[in-house]
């Protein structure tokens, strides 16, 4: 429940309002049909991180589901950082949701919608995230989704219903698993190293292409560390010799346990901790703002 004093500035189709008043039309498509797509940007020292990589995967999970772009994108990166301005977000996050507009309730896209975007910040702890000093827990779990992940879409109940899952057993995150096989985390790519190289899942339609995921197969390429994109069972995750997860609210964030399975010794792993320190320092000297 949003609080009645809740003091954030939120962006609705133009203009910015106090959070509690930011309303959508009951028409609105993206709440009749989940019909839409959102991105959401993490925030370091003001500035928006990796934010070329989101608008361009924005751009093309509207090109995927016919969808236009509400406002330019050089327009939208500036809506984001007025938004965090006038909200001071130093460190967190700015969430952005397109959707295809009001129209009567047809299944069929309606000719004359507008694009709705609203927008919003939340403020996290990224840098010095607690849970990157002991590593986090994460559970393996059915993926129940659909066959087009590839696309971030707003529909996400069966990656709530992984992520309640999670939470009853004091898990991060859950890692969804599907005709044996990993692959990704309910909200963030997963990753295991064996014999100090890298695997993660090969993008194709079955997983969203990971923004952060980008980021530190770059970094992975300037150190010298291989990288195999590849698809991997559960068995391999709980037998590797480090594992670990990357999204833009986590950034990179190691697992000591998966399922009942204790990993690098209940410690996050060197390899992972570097990886968390250098994409930090790079966020830092990219980000914009």
Known sequence: MIAADDPRIAYVNGDFIPL??????????????????????????????????????????????????????????????????????????????????AAER??????????????????RNLV???????????VTTPD?????????????????????????????????????????????????????KLITRQLSNSVLPGVTRLSVMALCAEQGLEVEERTYTVDELQQADEVFITAATTLVMPVVKVDERVMSNGAPGPIASRLRQLY??????TAVG
Do not use: C
């Open 280 to 285: 930090i320092e790079m966020a830092k000297k």
């Open 20 to 101: 509690v008043d930011a309303k959508i039309s009951v028409l609105d498509r993206g709440f009749l049909f989940a019909d839409g797509v959102y991105e959401v940007t993490a925030v370091i020292d003001g500035k928006l991180v990796d934010n070329a990589a989101h608008l361009a995967r924005l751009e093309r999970s509207l090109g995927e589901i016919e969808m236009g772009h509400p406002v330019p994108l050089e327009t939208l990166t500036a809506l984001q950082l007025e938004l965090a301005r006038r909200n001071s977000l130093n460190e967190g996050g700015i969430y952005l949701q397109v959707t295809r507009g």
């Open 144 to 196: 129940l989704r659909w066959k087009r992940r590839d696309i971030k879409s707003v529909s996400m109940i069966a990656q709530t219903i992984a992520k309640q899952e999670a939470a009853k057993v004091g898990a991060a995150e859950a890692i969804m698993v599907e005709d044996g096989v990993v692959t990704e985390g309910s909200s963030s790519t997963a990753w295991l190293i064996k014999d100090g």
């Open 128 to 138: 010095a995230d607690p849970r990157a000093e002991t590593g986090v827990a994460v």
């Open 106 to 123: 047809d299944f069929s896209y309606p000719k004359d919608a507008k694009p709705s975007l609203v927008m919003f910040t939340q403020t």
